[in-house]
């Protein structure tokens, strides 16, 4: 194979796996980040967006001379605003070249023309070491934008070799089920950076606030059902039909459901009547509703889900609830012929509306991978983890861990102003220090401004906490942390805050 003359700086086409070309500039990569064993490939970013990848060489091309080539056959919209962000990148380049013309003349006079870099070999340890400056590297870089999905799809008439990952067909989601190794797809990794490995066995790694390579969403062609249109659904509902997905709606509270349909039917959903008739003319039925009781009903209750499944009828259940009433839904939906999935969520009523949930599986992996275009349309990232109830119990982990946190930040807003601290100084402190976040930023702002209008119901995150206390005695393992700040949440409910955001448990300790 003849030698790929590219090098650091160079501006390519990099494809990876079965998704499109797409624009990129290859970098220097972190020193702390190791080349995929016995790959021959380049560190990438990509433009218009924060991603980065490893590309092997057969997988890039020079941009410019085959510019006009990938413009004809990728029409996509994000796809057209990373290729206006080269042109913005070229054009600033341009003008800092003609405005050190003169300079740049008289150093390069006797300088060596630059050799291409060569293809670096795992055992080449010192191939990076005369690599641009974080500095310069900053410089150079494309700029970041706020797309947040990239094309994704077949491309005709693209002619590279690829290897398809055919254990991982959607490689921007973790698949990590208890029959894989752990240890193979958790390494530590770089923030921002997503690490792809192509070989058939590998399971794709992505940083968790990094954004996925999967851009203009092609929807699938299996019909969608979605009930409950609360904080979370709603928005979930939204960019289902954002992205093209054809779906059917249904909400559980009588007196909202009229209201809250008309606005999906307007953006062109369809509505039923009842769960069961949604479930009977769908393949792919969601829910998301409050807690077990709501569960529970919405499939065995009057004109159900019960009722509506069919055999190869799938049905998701989203909402945050115990392992046992996850493993009671599953055996029932099973026993006729249905096909069961859980996937709840991370997030928030804003996440939601922005696409960027987090969602956990568990359960017939095959109905996952039906949903892929669906996650890719909800959410920033998926976890696959195994039989289902394992995405009730992570959940419920996640959550003790957040609203626990949440009453610790409220105690310690709460105990700055009882000893005459600032309050606003406190929060300025805490968002320099490690334990920044946007989360305790905004939670924190919203608590100084009196602001509880809820983005997570309080009344939601103290059933969690409940939940993940009865599941911590169930196998004998202490929870007073999670104890101790259920009280806190109770008291504030007892002050009737049930019904305003999470924070709002701030006011259980000034009353």
């Known amino acids: 194979m003849a030698t790929v003359h590219l090098r650091i700086g160079d501006l390519v086409w990099g494809k990876l796996g079965r998704y499109p070309p797409w624009p990129g500039k290859i970098v220097s990569p972190p020193k702390d980040l190791k080349k995929p064993r016995g790959k021959k490939c380049f560190f990438v970013k990509f433009f218009g967006t924060e991603d980065h990848a490893w590309i092997k060489v057969e997988q890039l091309k020079p941009y410019h001379p085959h510019k006009e080539e990938m413009i004809k056959i990728n ?102 089920s208890q029959s894989e190794k752990p240890a193979s797809s958790m390494e530590p990794i770089t923030k921002r950076l997503k690490i792809i490995e192509e070989d058939t066995r590998s399971t794709s790694i992505q940083a968790a606030d990094s954004t996925a390579i999967n851009g203009s969403i092609t929807p699938t062609d299996k019909r969608i059902g979605f009930l409950g249109l609360g904080l979370m659904g709603s928005g979930v509902v939204s960019n289902l039909l954002k992205m093209g997905h054809v779906v059917t709606v249904w909400n559980r509270t009588a007196e909202k459901v009229q209201s809250k349909c008309d606005l999906f039917i307007q953006e062109g959903a369809r509505l039923g009547r009842t769960p069961a008739e949604v479930v009977s003319m769908c393949d792919i039925t969601f829910s998301c509703v409050s807690d077990p009781k709501a569960a529970r009903d919405l499939v065995l209750g009057p004109s ?75 959410g920033k990232t998926s976890f696959f983890i195994g039989e289902a109830g394992n995405a009730a119990r992570m959940m419920l982990i996640i959550n003790m861990v957040q609203g626990s946190f949440m009453a610790t930040i409220a105690e310690g807003l709460t105990l700055a102003q009882a000893t005459g601290q600032s309050q606003q100084t406190f929060l300025d402190i805490l968002c320099h220090g490690q334990m920044a976040s946007t989360f305790v930023d905004q939670k924190c702002q919203n608590i100084l401004q009196g602001n509880f209008k809820p983005d997570y119901y309080l009344k939601h995150i103290q059933k969690d906490l409940r939940l993940a206390i009865s599941m911590g005695d169930s196998v004998n393992h202490p929870t007073p942390m999670a104890a101790a700040a259920n009280e806190v949440y109770k008291r504030a409910k007892a002050l009737d805050q049930s019904d305003n955001d999470m924070s709002a448990v701030y006011r259980a300790y000034i009353h």
């Open 75 to 176: 029409k996509g919209k994000r796809f057209q605003q990373a290729v206006d962000a080269v042109e913005e990148y070229l054009k600033k380049a341009k003008g800092k070249d003609q405005a050190h013309s003169d300079d740049k003349s008289k150093s390069d006079k006797g300088r060596k023309a630059a050799k291409p870099m060569k293809i670096i070999e795992e055992d080449d340890e010192d191939a990076f070491k005369g690599g641009s400056s974080d500095k310069e590297q900053t410089d150079s870089d494309p700029e970041p934008s706020s797309v947040r999905r990239l094309v994704a799809g077949t491309v005709s008439g693209f002619k590279w070799e690829s290897s398809p990952v055919k254990d991982d067909p959607h490689f921007h989601h973790f698949l990590l």
């Open 304 to 378: 159900g889900v019960l009722q509506g499944i069919r055999p190869g009828k799938c049905y998701v259940e989203m909402s945050t609830v115990d392992p046992e009433t996850i493993m009671e839904l599953a055996q029932v939906i099973t026993s006729r012929g249905g096909r069961f999935l859980e996937a709840p969520v991370s997030g928030s009523q804003q996440l939601s509306n922005d696409g960027m949930l987090v969602i956990v599986a568990a359960g017939d992996r095959s109905v996952y991978e039906d949903c892929s275009s669906c996650f890719q349309a909800m």
